[in-house]
């Protein structure tokens, strides 16, 4: 199985992007899939989880501003971000476990969209 992580690009402080996630090779439906981020200099950072059964999870830095959803009909999850900070900046990956796990899932993960928050 095949992550696919995309939507990312730059945006000025206040703006919206959402981030897509989509498998090839299996499937996203019967797992539990997060989002993480990294900026250069720091450690990868949980951002937001969704469960089998549609439980969703936020670090307190992005809750009220992100949301995470799932389309199981295109195999896809989404993080919808929106009043963007310029400590959003950073590479966003996607990852698929059977649990969410803030320390991190240990299934595939995706290769990382770029986010960049700035004016």
């Known amino acids: 199985v095949q992550l696919q992580a995309s939507g990312g690009g730059l945006v000025q402080p206040g703006g919206s992007l959402r981030l897509s996630c989509v498998a090839s090779?299996?499937?996203?439906?019967?797992?539990?899939v997060a989002w993480f981020r990294q900026a250069p200099g720091n450690e990868r950072e949980y951002v937001s989880c969704?469960?089998?059964?549609?439980?969703?999870y936020y670090s307190d830095s992005v809750k009220g501003r992100f949301t995470i959803s799932r389309d199981n009909a295109k195999n896809a999850v989404y993080l919808q971000m929106n009043s963007l900070k310029s400590e959003d900046t950073a590479v966003y990956y996607c990852?698929?476990?059977?649990?969410?796990?803030?320390?991190?899932?240990?299934?595939?993960w995706g290769q990382g969209t770029q986010v960049t928050v700035s004016s």
């Open positions: 969704v469960t089998t059964g549609d439980f969703t």
């Open positions: 090779g299996g499937t996203l439906t019967s797992y539990a």
């Open positions: 990852a698929r476990d059977w649990v969410c796990r803030e320390g991190g899932m240990r299934l595939e």
